[in-house]
């Protein structure tokens, strides 16, 4: 336990107890048991990989795109570069690069991915240099250049994958949000966010007029709460870093200062519940109320709380909102009562970093 890293966890569209997770290190593993035992892909060229994310096609769950590199490592060790994006059509069994591909020396990353749910063939993908589509599976890719801005974070509009969102990652102390009303064609910029180096977005069924964001600080601590409720076009604050905790430090009171947030930052809003919302730093906090109020449900070793791995990396909800899932430095965990405990599911991932 505690001996790898996971930056995503994904769920198969038409079995809830499949879930593939991508390492930092380690490639993609998959369970079909939700999370009692792990199987590793036919070992490849590729499955010892960085992965950022992982991306299935909702029409045809057989294909599944990854984004190679570790995204969130490369900001500290800056040792795991992509290849690109590489695709299975066949559950994983086989891999292939697709043509938007790297040599490690291009020192790119590729950071989130989106398959069109009606059009396995149909794909955007954000990365260092911009954002990319593909209508061919990836055989061809179209290159959208948005202000030579870095694109870190990735999310559809769940009501009309027309509408997408898209944030930028920079030290510079300025982010910004894109829309596109165009499946990836174009895009917008809709908002910046200064002092800040990270944007991390969450969207749900719920309420698809509603965005999340989690944004860091210049010093890698809580910057703020953002949200809009009309699908991107205004925003506003919930809870920010003058009148707030620090949703992104080491304290289990929130009093500290600092954090990690170009290395961990991750947010999650549930698909029953839009005012339901975790975040994730170094530990997880919880808001019932559209993040005007936060409490700490996991801490890395205060026994006032029930302990997760430090250092969060990803918060995914199964599509019914039962279970919240958590790729941590340690593996996996998940919680099945709304954050009071969680259960460790990382046994079995030889993903050690």
Same mark, same amino acid.
């Given at each position: ?79 795991? =570069?992509?290849? +690109?994006?590489? $695709? *299975? !059509?066949? #559950? /994983?069994?086989? @891999? %292939?690069? &697709? ?27 954000? =990365?260092?240099? +911009?954002?990319? $589509? *593909? !209508?061919? #599976? /990836?055989?061809? @890719? %179209?290159? &959208? ?33 894109? $829309?596109? !009303?165009?499946? /990836?064609?174009? @895009? %917008? ?165």
């Amino acid at each position: 336990q505690g001996m790898g890293r996971v930056n995503a966890v994904r769920f198969h569209p038409t079995n809830p107890k499949e879930i593939w997770v991508g390492a930092a290190m380690g490639g993609v593993w998959y369970t079909k048991d939700g999370g009692t035992t792990w199987e590793k892909f036919p070992f490849t060229q590729f499955l010892s990989l960085g992965v950022s994310d992982i991306a299935f096609s909702q029409s045809n769950p057989n294909v599944a795109y990854v984004a190679t590199g570790d995204v969130d490592g490369n900001g500290s060790s800056k040792s795991c =570069y992509s290849v +690109g994006i590489i $695709k *299975t !059509t066949n #559950g /994983g069994q086989d @891999w %292939t690069i &697709t043509n938007f591909a790297k040599q490690l020396s291009d020192r790119e990353l590729v950071t989130r991915i989106l398959v069109d749910p009606s059009n396995p063939n149909t794909v955007i993908a954000t =990365y260092y240099g +911009g954002i990319v $589509k *593909t !209508t061919d #599976g /990836g055989e061809t @890719w %179209t290159e &959208t250049k948005v202000d030579s801005k870095q694109f870190i974070d990735l999310k559809a509009d769940p009501s009309n994958f027309d509408n997408m969102y898209a944030t930028t990652f920079s030290y510079s102390g300025t982010n910004y949000i894109y $829309k596109s !009303t165009d499946r /990836g064609n174009t @895009w %917008t910029k809709k908002e910046g966010f200064d002092s800040t180096i990270r944007l991390a977005m969450a969207v749900t069924p719920n309420n698809p007029n509603y965005i999340y964001i989690l944004a860091a600080n210049e010093q890698s601590g809580f910057a703020a709460i953002y949200f809009s409720t009309d699908k991107g076009e205004s925003w506003d604050v919930s809870y920010d870093e003058n009148t707030g905790k620090n949703l992104l430090g080491w304290s289990e009171l929130g009093n500290d200062t600092k954090g990690q947030g170009f290395y961990d930052l991750s947010i999650a809003v549930s698909p029953t519940d839009y005012k339901t919302i975790y975040v994730g730093g170094i530990n997880i906090w919880k808001s019932t109320n559209s993040g005007y109020a936060w409490t700490l449900a996991a801490h890395w070793y205060s026994e006032n709380f029930p302990y997760v791995h430090a250092d969060i990396h990803d918060l995914s909800y199964t599509a019914d909102g039962s279970k919240l899932y958590v790729g941590s430095d340690g593996g996996v965990d998940v919680t099945a009562d709304n954050g009071k405990s969680w259960q460790f599911l990382g046994d079995g991932l030889a993903i050690t970093q």
